[in-house]
C-alpha cells in the first residue's frame, strides 16, 4: 500500500532526496489515521545497504527548513518491515531496492496478517512481563510494579493491532479511544488501570520528567521525546502526556537489566511514577492475564 507523500513539506521531500538510498516517509504524518500534531516529526526510513562502510547508517533527529526530521535507517530484508510497508510514502526508489514495487506487494490482507503476528506477539510479550511481576513479588515492590506497566503498555500495543491499527507511541491513547477492540475491552480498562491514566495531573508528570531525562540521556532522540512531552503538558493534553511519558520509561527500561532496575530503583520509580501497592496491583494483574489469553485465543 503506497501513500502520497503530499503531506510531507517540500523542503523535507527535497532533502529526502538528497540522501543516497531508498528513502521513504512512514509514521504519523503520512498514517490515513490524520493524528499528527505540532510537535510530530517526519519520520524518514532510509533502506541503507548494510555492512557498508560508508557516511550513513546511525538513527537521528535533525532540523530541516524548520521541521523536525528523524531519519531511522531499516536493517535486514524489506520484506522484514512488511508492518512499516504497509504505510509509506517512498520519496526516493532505486531498481535494486525497488521499494516502491515491495510496498505495492503488501496488500490489504498481507497487512492485516503482518499486524495480527504484530499484535500477538505483543500480547506474549505482556504475559512474558506479568512472570517478571510475579517473579519480583513483594521482595522487590518497585521492580514488580515497574513489570506490569511496562506489561500494560505491551497489552495495548497488541489490542490496537489485533484491531487493526499500527501502534504509534505518541498517539496510542487517542487510537484507544478511537479504535474498535470490545473483545479487549476489559482488558484495555484493566491495562489503562495499571499505567494510572487516572493519576495524569501536571506534578505527576513533573516529577517524571527529570527521571525521564537521565533515563534518555545518552539517546539520540532524547531532545525531540523531551519536546513532544512537554507539547502536550502546555496543550492541557494531561492523559495522553502522562500515558506517552510512562510509554518512553517503559521502552527504556525493559531494555535494562535487572541490576540496574534494583540499584537505580527511585529513578524507575520516579520516571513511572509507581503505586506501590502490591495487592491491587495483583488484582489488575490477573485481569491482564485472562485479557492476554483471551486476545491470543486460549
Ligand atoms: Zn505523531
Redesign the pocket.
Known amino acids: 500500500m503506497l501513500l502520497s507523500s503530499a503531506s510531507i513539506p517540500a523542503a523535507v521531500r527535497k532533502y529526502a532526496s538528497g540522501i543516497s538510498y531508498p528513502v521513504a516517509a512512514i509514521?504519523?504524518?503520512v498514517s490515513s489515521e490524520g493524528?499528527?500534531?505540532d510537535?510530530?516529526?517526519y519520520d524518514l526510513a532510509v533502506f541503507a545497504p548494510e555492512n557498508n562502510n560508508h557516511h550513513y547508517g546511525s538513527n537521528q533527529v535533525l532540523p530541516v527548513a524548520g521541521h523536525t526530521v528523524e531519519l531511522i535507517y531499516m536493517t535486514g530484508p524489506i520484506k522484514d518491515h512488511m508492518i512499516d510497508l504497509g504505510g509509506i510514502a517512498v520519496i526516493r526508489d532505486s531498481n535494486r531496492f525497488a521499494l516502491s514495487a515491495a510496498a505495492n506487494d503488501v496488500s490489504p490482507e498481507k497487512y492485516r496478517r503482518a499486524l495480527l503476528a504484530a499484535g500477538r506477539k505483543s500480547l506474549v510479550s505482556s504475559l512474558f512481563c506479568q512472570r517478571k511481576t510475579a517473579a519480583a513479588g513483594a521482595k522487590q515492590p518497585a521492580v514488580a510494579a515497574m513489570w506490569l506497566k511496562i506489561a500494560a503498555y505491551e497489552f495495548i500495543r497488541g489490542a490496537l493491532a489485533l484491531s487493526g491499527s499500527r501502534p504509534?507511541p505518541?498517539?496510542e491513547l487517542e487510537q484507544v479511544r478511537r479504535v474498535d477492540a470490545s473483545a479487549l475491552a476489559d482488558g484495555i480498562q484493566a491495562a489503562l488501570e495499571c499505567i494510572g491514566v487516572e493519576r495524569a495531573t501536571r506534578p505527576a508528570i513533573s516529577r517524571s520528567i527529570g527521571a525521564i531525562r537521565e533515563l534518555k540521556s545518552k539517546e539520540y532522540d532524547a531532545e525531540l521525546v523531551m519536546s513532544k512531552i512537554r507539547h502536550l503538558m502546555d496543550r492541557q493534553m494531561l492523559a495522553d502526556c502522562y500515558y506517552y511519558a510512562g510509554r518512553v520509561a517503559a521502552k527504556n527500561l525493559a531494555a535494562r537489566s535487572s541490576a540496574f532496575h534494583n540499584r537505580y530503583a527511585k529513578l524507575v520509580q520516579l520516571s513511572m511514577d509507581l503505586t506501590s501497592d502490591l495487592q491491587h496491583l495483583q488484582k489488575l494483574q490477573r485481569q491482564l492475564f485472562r485479557a492476554a489469553n483471551v486476545g491470543l485465543g486460549r
Open positions: 509514521g504519523c504524518r493524528m499528527s500534531l510537535c510530530c516529526e504509534m505518541l498517539h
